[in-house]
């Protein structure tokens, strides 16, 4: 008897251990197969928009799941993406201008509703009343500095286009109607510089990038492709039609061309960051876990705020809020924070589901922004893109 119960005692352990063994194994199948099903949709993504390179990184539970990297650098060269390579990130630079706001915010620096005078003093008068969060929030009704194909106002050079704008009219009075403009993360640059006493990019290094450990993230500049092999070259099927500063009309080609983009100090808080889209989930990470500003701060970021009206503006039905530096999705089920920039590059973080998707491309047009909710659906039973 006490050899069958020591049997039967043995036989319970080996089929608890086996239960064990098929919980440990069933989750790793289950990714795996997630993994090829988005691998299948990104390439299907890819074919169909003429995207020639692109990264992709999925965030779950403050930990990056996986990134992948599809596609070429350079359609010339032949040259791979790998996770090293390196994209242009453009308006997503503005919520790191964001953050760096908030720093100050929170320094007790920065007072986000006193006049951006009270930094800048020698502002014209029809300025006076515009706040740093006017700024922030692409609500000062401030002219426009740089085009879409990021030239400053009439070709200048960046004294002269700063000196410039100044000397137009506002578009809109100051705190009215969202009226998305370069020039607002321009003069946020100069106020972080003039409070800190330091340039906007090496704050922004010393306070995000160094802190994080994005080693493979910094701001763009002119020394061209050749000196920097793991950059992605920029490419495009639009030829933009730009009267003023505002793009008119898009002639489409079949077969993408090189395109620049000749970023200077100016504008980097507006678009001037190159980055991996793993450097940009650590970033997502230490963002949420309030390495670098806190729960409270991360929240005001995000808020979207109101006109005037109390209505709400963004980019479209899907993005449709803005914050300070963040856009977002208002939707009632799985609402999501999106920072997206230049057509090409997409973060969407969706709060609670505890997930984060980065998508990186080398194509202006790709718009990976209308393609991330499917991604997310993997993860997130019941999303359907734009929901």
């Given at each position: 008897m006490l050899n069958r119960i020591s049997a039967a005692i043995g036989l319970i352990a080996v089929l608890g251990g086996l239960g064990d063994s098929v919980s440990a194994r069933t989750p790793s199948v289950a990714e795996a197969e997630n993994k090829a099903a988005i691998e299948q949709l990104v390439q299907s993504e890819m074919t169909s928009r003429g995207i020639p390179g692109l990264q992709l990184t999925i965030v779950r539970q403050g930990k990056?799941?996986?990134t992948g990297a599809y596609g070429q650098a350079n359609i010339e060269a032949s040259t791979p993406v790998t996770e090293q390579t390196s994209f242009p990130i453009n308006s997503i630079s503005k919520a790191v201008a964001g953050v760096a706001a908030m720093q100050l915010v929170e320094a007790g620096k920065l007072d986000l509703d006193a006049p951006i005078k009270t930094y800048l003093e020698t502002l014209p008068e029809t300025w006076s009343g515009i706040t740093a969060r006017q700024l922030l929030t692409h609500t000062s009704g401030l002219p426009e500095i740089a085009d879409d194909n990021v030239?400053?106002?009439?070709g200048a050079a960046p004294d002269a286009a700063w000196a410039k704008v100044q000397m137009l009219p506002l578009k809109l009075s100051p705190g009215t109607k969202f009226d998305y403009t370069q020039t607002n993360y321009v003069a946020m640059g100069k106020i972080i510089e003039k409070i800190t006493g330091e340039s906007y990019a090496d704050f922004v290094r010393d306070r995000q990038f160094d802190v994080v450990g994005m080693k493979r993230?910094?701001?763009?500049?002119t020394t061209g492709a050749k000196a920097r092999p793991q950059a992605a070259t920029l490419y495009t099927h639009l030829t933009l039609r730009i009267e003023g500063m505002k793009t008119v009309g898009v002639e489409r080609s079949k077969v993408p061309f090189a395109r620049h983009e000749p970023w200077t100090e100016m504008v980097f808080p507006a678009g001037g960051v190159r980055t991996t889209s793993t450097d940009l989930a650590k970033w997502v990470i230490?963002?949420?876990k309030q390495k670098l500003v806190s729960k409270d701060g991360l929240q005001q970021l995000w808020k979207p705020q109101p006109q005037a009206d109390g209505t709400y503006r963004g980019f479209g039905s899907t993005i449709n809020g803005y914050g300070l530096g963040w856009p977002s999705a208002r939707r009632a089920d799985h609402p999501a924070i999106t920072p997206v920039g230049g057509a090409r590059a997409a973060i969407f973080i969706y709060?609670?589901?505890d997930l984060s998707i980065v998508v990186l491309t080398n194509l202006m047009g790709a718009s990976p922004e209308k393609f991330v909710d499917k991604i997310a659906a993997r993860y997130i039973p019941g999303?359907?893109?734009?929901n």
């Open positions: 990056i799941l996986f030239r400053l106002l009439d993230t910094r701001f763009a500049d230490a963002l949420q709060p609670g589901d999303l359907t893109a734009g």
